[in-house]
């Protein structure tokens, strides 16, 4: 019998430093009828022995043969999971506590919806937290006005948490998979084909925990020199 619900987590050499606490954040979730599917992005660390560590039949463990990034792996997740729900974990984040039960609870109670949303709780590299973030409960044309500009000049600077999405597993391919040909923000990009032909609702509890460290994807590309506001401008002539 399938699980309920899919869990893809792309990771790339986080064995040394956040992947165990993120696995054990979903394993010890008391909603237990899921499948954590791990993308191993050809890590050169520890990563496989330190998922098979946990000896969890629940665990679905592929390794790819070469490094593809984080929205190729996620979208290579998705084609393997086997659930009627799907969501998604990055490897140095956390589940919050009943995450999944909630969000379940929300998508059984209402068929009409593709797609929940919550809270999330930003932490340091030590799980210390800096900040809880709400997400909103805008009208969706409101909520695609304010993608359709650039963060600099949003009425809120978090709309949706995309980390934060539980969705019936076969909207991800109504809205399309991630693209990969983005080298930033494919997340965001993602995120507005999504509200634009979603049904979606709000759940005002902490389903996430975003860990804000030197290493973090967005920190990463910056430093790679990486323009957030050209590639922010590209996204929005999209859907403009």
């Given at each position: 019998m399938n699980p309920k619900v899919s869990i893809v987590m792309p990771t790339y050499n986080r064995?040394?430093?956040?992947?165990?606490?993120?696995?054990?954040?979903?394993?010890?979730?008391g909603f237990s009828d899921f499948e954590l599917i791990i993308i191993d992005d050809a890590s050169t660390d520890n990563?496989?022995?330190?998922?098979?560590?946990?000896?969890?039949k629940r665990i679905v463990y592929v390794k790819t043969t070469q490094n593809h990034g984080e929205y190729w792996s996620?979208?290579?997740?998705?084609?393997?999971?086997?659930?009627?729900?799907?969501?998604?974990?990055?490897s140095d984040d956390l589940l919050a506590k009943d995450s999944l039960r909630l969000r379940?609870?929300?998508?059984?109670?209402?068929?009409?919806?593709?797609?929940?949303?919550g809270d999330i709780i930003k932490i340091d590299e030590k799980g210390k937290i800096i900040q809880k973030v709400e997400s909103i409960s805008w009208p969706k044309a409101k909520i695609i006005s304010q993608y359709l500009l650039l963060p600099r000049e949003r009425e809120k600077k978090y709309l949706i948490h995309h980390t934060t999405i539980m969705m019936k597993w076969n909207f991800f391919y109504k809205a399309g998979p991630l693209d990969c040909s983005l080298p930033y923000a494919g997340d965001i990009d993602w995120l507005i084909r999504a509200i634009k032909i979603g049904n979606f609702s709000y759940i005002p509890q902490t389903l996430y925990y975003y860990r804000s460290h030197k290493d973090t994807?967005?920190?990463v590309d910056i430093k790679?020199?990486?323009?957030?506001?050209?590639?922010?401008?590209?996204?929005?002539?999209?859907y403009e």
């Open positions: 064995a040394i430093s956040f992947l165990k606490d993120a696995i054990s954040s979903v394993l010890s979730q990563t496989e022995s330190l998922v098979q560590s946990f000896n969890d996620t979208n290579y997740g998705v084609n393997i999971a086997r659930a009627k729900y799907l969501t998604w974990v990055h379940t609870k929300e998508l059984e109670n209402d068929p009409r919806l593709d797609f929940v949303h994807r967005r920190v790679n020199g990486i323009d957030e506001e050209k590639i922010n401008r590209m996204i929005i002539r999209r």
